[in-house]
């Protein structure tokens, strides 16, 4: 049996502009609490939601802007995100996802490589002046596309226009051309643009229609059992496909209610959110999870309203997985994979599914989309084989922006998006995921899987955490180094950590290095850094790199 599989269901798939579709969940759900953002006290049901997203497409269209023109956005969570991001579909402008943790040379050529007609910001986050860096960069001459900067909050900034202005400044005029301009939008139509993480090139620019988003939010939601019951605290960025579709639209899509905690993830912020909202169902990727289930007071917070969620966004160690589900009450958790290429989610557990299938791999196809396992010459390999995992179907992203080149090295001509991730198959159809293609060791010969290596060790007492990377070696080519961070108050030694190992896993998975640390380099959704950790291994060492990363 080959390590082919596709979902099959009764529903459709929704075809629909978001702009429509939401008209019609706000006409439906117009009385029930749409969005509740705790740090800037609001509280709208989808009947204001509806009214502000409809004066800030006019307020748009008022700047001169056309259908497929692009508008970034450079902000933490907050409601002036998901305004805008409802309000550029509604107005055919395609959105551009900034990362609020991008800084000056990021910021450039972001926005001269989609050619930004229009950048909303917040003034500053954490130590990043927004407003500095975008005046320089205007000043400079840097920025030639960028006709409009809109700035967030009460104060004004010469050269700038402000959000709630714009908002206001439609008239007549433009709310007839935007009523106009709904029924000529096509579903197809690019409507978002995610940067990749970069991390073995220059950011590219991942393009997805109506049709990627709004349906991969929809069976994302469906997969959850979400009903407009249901509230969803949303302490992922939104930035980032896990907020602004998994959270965002997989609400929108089933009438729930969306609770942000805080501009940026806060544990402390996001349990009492759960507590004091009475939230049904929570996001995040592990280190976030782990962060809330340590906290010191954790045992202060009533959480008994949570049933569901998603851990997504790297892989999520099995004895986290079981203590979010006893002591956070989310026995019905589900594990998500995808990436952002694909809108993002490929394979997704039930929330029925038995634990140990959800503790073990990331479940299933999702309905109307294709999966396979391929070898390195593309061919599907048998049930149980390691391979490159593929999906096709309408989740894969129209391609790179103005970039045919690597759009063609990801996406082949059966229409096949190739993830770099290394997967297996079972005989049911559950998917694991066992690596990167480009995290994989090889080490004497011997392929080794960090993530194997990482889930034994998770099993010690008192590691808390724990990354695995290959560093170079003269002898074999790689080694395996391990970075852990050890539960509060403990102390553990290098022989400690390879005793634990000895007998239990092969002798050439068994650490060569071993390194304590507080923190592990993160971007900002919460995935470890790899290649950062085997920068800082191979400087430390004095080793000799023989492989990039």
Same mark, same amino acid.
């Given at each position: 049996?080959?390590?082919?599989?596709?979902?099959?269901?009764?529903?459709?798939?929704?075809?629909?502009?978001?702009?429509?579709?939401?008209?019609?969940?706000?006409?439906?759900? =117009?009385?029930?609490?749409?969005?509740?953002?705790?740090?800037?006290?609001?509280?709208?049901?989808?009947?204001? *939601?509806?009214?502000?997203?409809d004066?800030?497409?006019?307020?748009?269209?008022?700047?001169?802007?056309?259908?497929?023109?692009? !508008?970034?956005?450079?902000?933490?969570?907050n409601?002036e995100?998901?305004?805008?991001?409802?309000?550029?579909?509604?107005?055919g402008? $395609?959105? $551009?996802?900034?990362?609020?943790?991008?800084?000056?040379?990021?910021?450039?050529?972001?926005?001269?490589?989609?050619?930004?007609?229009?950048?909303?910001?917040a003034?500053?986050?954490?130590?990043?002046?927004?407003?500095?860096?975008?005046?320089?960069?205007?000043?400079?001459?840097?920025?030639p596309?960028?006709?409009?900067?809109?700035? *967030?909050?009460?104060?004004? #900034?010469?050269?700038?226009?402000?959000?709630?202005?714009?908002?206001?400044?439609?008239?007549?005029?433009?709310?007839?051309?935007?009523?106009?301009?709904?029924?000529?939008?096509? +579903?197809?139509?690019?409507?978002?643009?995610?940067?990749?993480?970069?991390?073995?090139?220059?950011?590219?620019?991942?393009t997805?229609?109506?049709?990627?988003?709004?349906?991969?939010? +929809?069976?994302?939601?469906?997969?959850?059992?979400?009903?407009?019951?249901? =509230? *969803?605290?949303?302490?992922?960025?939104?930035?980032?496909?896990?907020?602004?579709?998994?959270?965002?639209?997989?609400?929108?899509?089933?009438?729930?209610?969306? !609770?942000?905690?805080?501009?940026?993830?806060?544990?402390?912020?996001?349990?009492?959110?759960?507590?004091?909202?009475?939230?049904?169902?929570?996001?995040?990727?592990? #280190?976030?999870?782990?962060?809330?289930?340590?906290?010191?007071?954790?045992?202060?917070?009533?959480?008994?309203?949570?049933?569901?969620?998603?851990?997504?966004?790297?892989?999520?160690?099995?004895?986290?997985?079981?203590?979010?589900?006893?002591?956070?009450?989310m026995?019905?958790?589900?594990?998500?994979?995808?990436?952002?290429?694909?809108?993002?989610?490929?394979?997704?557990?039930?929330?029925?599914?038995?634990?140990?299938r959800?503790?073990?791999?990331?479940?299933?196809?999702?309905?109307?989309?294709?999966?396979?396992?391929?070898?390195?010459?593309?061919?599907?390999v048998? =049930?149980?084989?390691?391979?490159?995992?593929? #999906?096709?179907?309408?989740? $894969?992203?129209?391609?790179?922006?103005?970039?045919?080149?690597?759009?063609?090295?990801?996406?082949?001509?059966?229409?096949?998006?190739?993830?770099?991730?290394?997967?297996?198959?079972?005989?049911?159809?559950?998917?694991?995921?066992?690596?990167? *293609?480009?995290?994989?060791?090889?080490?004497?010969?011997?392929?080794?899987?960090?993530?194997?290596?990482?889930?034994?060790?998770?099993?010690?007492?008192?590691?808390?955490?724990?990354?695995?990377?290959?560093?170079?070696?003269?002898?074999?080519?790689?080694?395996?180094?391990?970075?852990?961070?050890?539960r509060?108050?403990?102390?553990?030694?290098?022989?400690?950590?390879?005793? +634990?190992?000895?007998?239990?896993?092969?002798?050439?998975?068994?650490?060569?290095?071993?390194?304590? !640390?507080?923190?592990?380099?993160?971007?900002?959704?919460?995935?470890?850094?790899?290649?950062?950790?085997?920068?800082?291994?191979?400087?430390?060492?004095?080793?000799?790199?023989?492989?990039?990363?």
């Open positions: 049996m080959l390590s082919y599989d596709h979902g099959t269901s009764r529903t459709k798939l929704i075809g629909e502009t978001i702009g429509a579709f939401f008209d019609r969940q706000v006409a439906a759900h =117009r009385e029930r609490e749409a969005l509740v953002v705790r740090h800037q006290n609001i509280r709208w049901n989808w009947g204001e *939601l509806g009214r502000r997203v004066d800030l497409a006019a307020g748009l269209l008022s700047l001169g802007l056309k259908r497929g023109e692009r !508008v970034g956005i450079w902000s933490p969570n409601a995100w998901t305004l805008t991001q409802l309000a550029t579909a509604k107005a402008l $395609v959105l $551009v996802n900034v990362n609020p943790a991008y800084r000056r040379a990021e910021l450039e050529y972001a926005m001269n490589k989609v050619e930004c007609g229009a950048l909303i910001l003034p500053s986050l954490k130590t990043s002046n927004y407003l500095e860096i975008v005046e320089d960069l205007v000043r400079e001459r840097k920025l596309h960028l006709r409009h900067i809109v700035r *967030l909050g009460g104060e004004k #900034t010469p050269g700038m226009l402000n959000f709630h202005d714009v908002a206001r400044a439609g008239g007549n005029a433009e709310k007839a051309a935007l009523a106009d301009l709904g029924p000529k939008l096509q +579903f197809d139509d690019p409507i978002n643009i995610q940067f990749t993480s970069g991390t073995t090139g220059f950011p590219k620019g991942a997805l229609s109506h049709h990627n988003i709004l349906n991969n939010g +929809f069976f994302v939601g469906e997969g959850l059992k979400l009903t407009p019951e249901d =509230r *969803l605290c949303i302490p992922v960025p939104l930035y980032h496909c896990f907020g602004m579709v998994m959270g965002n639209l997989g609400c929108l899509t089933h009438g729930s209610t969306m !609770v942000y905690p805080a501009e940026a993830f806060d544990p402390l912020a996001t349990l009492q959110a759960c507590a004091e909202e009475r939230c049904t169902a929570l996001y995040g990727v592990p #280190t976030m999870f782990i962060a809330q289930l340590d906290h010191p007071r954790f045992a202060e917070f009533d959480l008994k309203s949570l049933r569901t969620g998603i851990m997504a966004g790297s892989p999520c160690p099995i004895e986290v997985m079981k203590r979010v589900q006893s002591r956070m009450n026995h019905e958790v589900t594990i998500a994979y995808g990436m952002t290429e694909t809108s993002p989610v490929s394979t997704q557990c039930a929330t029925d599914d038995p634990v140990e959800r503790v073990s791999t990331v479940g299933q196809v999702l309905p109307h989309i294709e999966i396979k396992i391929v070898d390195g010459e593309g061919k599907i048998p =049930r149980g084989e390691t391979g490159e995992f593929c #999906t096709r179907g309408y989740s $894969v992203m129209t391609g790179y922006w103005n970039d045919a080149e690597k759009t063609a090295e990801a996406i082949d001509a059966g229409g096949w998006m190739h993830t770099g991730d290394l997967a297996t198959m079972d005989e049911e159809g559950y998917v694991n995921i066992v690596g990167r *293609l480009k995290d994989m060791v090889i080490r004497g010969g011997e392929n080794v899987y960090p993530r194997e290596i990482e889930e034994f060790l998770y099993r010690h007492p008192k590691v808390q955490d724990v990354q695995v990377v290959g560093v170079p070696d003269t002898r074999y080519g790689e080694e395996v180094c391990a970075w852990i961070k050890l509060d108050g403990e102390s553990a030694t290098d022989e400690e950590i390879r005793a +634990f190992c000895k007998g239990q896993i092969a002798h050439y998975k068994i650490p060569r290095y071993v390194r304590f !640390v507080d923190a592990f380099p993160m971007t900002i959704t919460g995935k470890v850094q790899k290649f950062i950790i085997r920068d800082e291994e191979i400087k430390q060492r004095g080793l000799v790199a023989q492989k990039t990363a």
